[in-house]
């Protein structure tokens, strides 16, 4: 069964760093979603990307955020300069239609110290 | 403000028995419906989608929809042990096709 591949699993950082969280979406599929989940809340949009563009971003997507399609399989998401409540799980999805169910990846979880 | 309102529970069910859970959207317009599954620290898993009103069926899972009371729910036949999660439920709108989650509910299966 296909799969989102989401790396690395774990990722401790020290606040003001920049961290790239890396996702390799299923191969045919065309919309790419970063979603996040702070311990013991819910899961939280972020932002979804289509045809090489964000197609929408929520209020937690600030300037620190970026994300980026650098090649035909990779699908990254860049926090500039990490703060304390950074840390949760971030997961990357992909689907291949808008109306359709999201794949999500095994998530990295991000700790900043 | 576009919500989807779920018993954060726990719901607590025998094993073998039938799990029922149940979740509120508040945007009329809503077309598509999943219900995904989430073990602690794990993804989330779809598990069932649903588009239209009635009721869909896959192996032990059925889900139901009814649009007029914008409510969709989600039956765990035979449940098991391994069901033991927290149930997700996630709706896309009309307008932005934003993915809008519920807080989940908590799903307790008691051997």
């Known amino acids: 069964e296909p799969e989102v591949t989401q790396t690395p699993s774990h990722q401790v950082t020290q606040m003001g760093q920049e961290v790239i969280l890396r996702c390799v979406p299923i191969s045919n599929h065309l919309y790419f979603y970063w979603y996040r989940q702070i311990l013991g809340q819910k899961v939280e949009f972020l932002v979804s990307f289509y045809n090489n563009e964000i197609s929408e971003k929520s209020e937690i997507f600030d300037d620190q955020f970026s994300v980026e399609r650098p090649d035909g399989s990779n699908f990254t998401l860049k926090i500039r300069s990490t703060k304390l409540e950074d840390s949760a799980m971030y997961f990357c999805?992909?689907?291949?239609?808008?109306?359709?169910?999201?794949?999500f990846g095994s998530g990295t979880r991000l700790t900043v110290v | 403000q576009k919500e989807v309102e779920q018993n954060s529970g726990p719901l607590s069910v025998p094993e073998g028995a039938i799990a029922s859970l149940n979740c509120t959207y508040s945007?009329?317009?809503?077309?598509?419906f999943f219900w995904y599954r989430q073990y602690s620290g794990k993804s989330p898993e779809l598990i069932m989608s649903?588009?239209s009103n009635g009721d869909k069926e896959d192996g032990r899972f059925t889900a139901q929809l009814n649009k007029a009371s914008q409510y969709v729910s989600l039956l765990i036949r035979d449940s098991q042990p391994s069901d033991s999660a927290t149930y997700l439920c996630?709706?896309?709108?009309?307008?932005?096709?934003?993915?809008?989650w519920g807080a989940g509910t908590k799903l307790i299966i008691k051997p």
């Open positions: 996630a709706v896309i709108g009309d307008s932005n096709y934003q993915l809008i």
């Open positions: 945007d009329r317009g809503s077309q598509s």
């Open positions: 999805a992909s689907s291949d239609s808008r109306m359709d169910g999201y794949t």
């Open positions: 649903i588009y």
